[in-house]
């Protein structure tokens, strides 16, 4: 599913959040939005899934605008990891990941045998298998951050919003959270704040400063010490290697 956001503005009360935001999010790729706190990053995400509404400008699934879309259709292409959260009710892993098959069923249908198996399959992927008969709520916050991203993955979206997904991951689960949703070849766009690891697995970049993409294209045209100046306000050198990381040295 193809996400195009045109010149979008969003506001609380007095202050703007948002101030003219166009992007796309196509082609299968990976898609992040790096930017200093404040900057929007998150009131965008929630504009797209439809926990906020914009002011003015356009955001289109497919050519359709979004709200030309029952929820249910966009459930079915479009999946969410924010940061974990507690549930209202408590579940068991596997429960909460089978609920990612909830927007394929139709009413009062029954989980089928694919069903199981895409639940076991994301299970694997986040290395959680073992504890799937474990109560959500007796989880480290890593552990509940990999169940949310295997609820995503058991929903097999076409379309995969991730705000900051990887903030309570130890550094071996980040590289593993962005390599399965890089293997996924399907559209993302992520907030991230890890500006390496934001080089070394995205293919497209937005940087983001007070409700406005300043810099936008892939990691090393974007990444520059002018962009970082302007955008972070810290001083930079940046080399590249060879398969795309960024060696950030702050002066
Ligand atoms: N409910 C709210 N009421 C008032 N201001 C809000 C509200 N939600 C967000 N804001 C403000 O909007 C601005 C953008 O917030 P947002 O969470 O989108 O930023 P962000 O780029 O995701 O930040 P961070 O990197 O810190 O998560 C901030 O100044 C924030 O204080």
Redesign the pocket.
Known sequence: MDLICQDIHFG??E?K?LKGVSLKVEGNQFHTIL??????????LKLLYRQEKADKGLISLDGKPLEQWTLKETAKQMAVVTQFNQLQFDCTVEEIVLLGRTPHLSFLQKEKERDYALVQDALVKVDMLEKKTRLYSSLSGGEKQRVLLARALAQEPTLLLLD?PSNHLDIKYQLDLLAIVKNLKVNVLA?L?DIQLACRYSDYLYL?KEGEILYQGTPKETITPESLQTVYGVQSQVTWTEDQQAMIHYL
């Open positions: 609380l009360g202050k959040i930017g200093p706190n404040g900057s929007g990053k998150t009131s965008l900051e907030v704040h983001m």
